[in-house]
Every structure is written in C-alpha cells, then in structure tokens.
C-alpha cells in the first residue's frame, strides 16, 4: 500500500514563499501522474498542479505562474514550490496521484497566508 507523507507548511504572510514536499512509500511511484491538491476551509478538493512522469507539468489558472511542481523519482518525492502567495491559498495541501487519486490519502500539510 502506497502511503504519502506530505510536509513544509506554515504559515506565512502574503506574497511569501514556501515548498512543499511529498515522500512517498512503495516502488510504483514512478510509474504515476503525481499531482498537488487543496482543501480549503468549506470546500471541495482541488487539484492545484500535476507533474507526469517524464516531468510535463499543468497548473490550475489559480496557481499558473505562481507555483511549480516537480518530482524526484529516484527519491519517489514530489515538491511544490510556491511563491507570491496570497490568502486564498491558504489550505491544506495534499499529494496524491492524478487524475485516479490513491485510496490512501496523507495527513496534508497547512498552509496559512494571512494578509
């Protein structure tokens, strides 16, 4: 069973940065789309950026120019660097595989942007 450990969250204040991290366990993480999603307070799951294996990258029109994804497959990790951040980003962040997301689901990492 595949678990996600996603981790780098904070809190922080507008137009600050951070980067995420995801390690994930099991040797089919290569084999995957891998995707950051976000769940803010009273809303559904969003996907907010995808890498595919050889390391296309698409982004929701929320995030484009803002964040970047990227994966390591040798150390089966996925980043998200995300930089000029604004309030509405503020959420939990998960990673998971995209578009069939694993059963499993980590603990997700906050993230606060206050104004």
């Known amino acids: 069973q595949v678990q996600l450990v996603e981790s780098g969250g904070g809190s922080v204040q507008a137009g600050g940065s951070l980067r995420l991290s995801c390690a994930a366990s099991?040797?089919?993480?290569?084999?995957?789309?891998m995707g950051w999603y976000r769940q803010a307070p009273g809303k559904q799951r969003e996907l907010v950026a995808r890498?595919?294996?050889?390391?296309?990258?698409n982004y929701a029109d929320s995030v484009k120019g803002r964040f970047t994804i990227s994966r390591d497959n040798a150390k089966n990790t996925v980043y998200l660097q995300m930089n000029s951040l604004k309030p509405e980003d503020t959420a939990v962040y998960y990673c998971?595989?995209?578009?069939?997301?694993?059963?499993?689901w980590g603990q997700g990492t906050k993230v606060t942007v206050s104004s």
């Open positions: 998971n595989a995209f578009p069939t997301p694993f059963s499993y």
């Open positions: 099991g040797n089919i993480f290569s084999r995957h789309v």
């Open positions: 890498v595919n294996t050889g390391g296309s990258t």
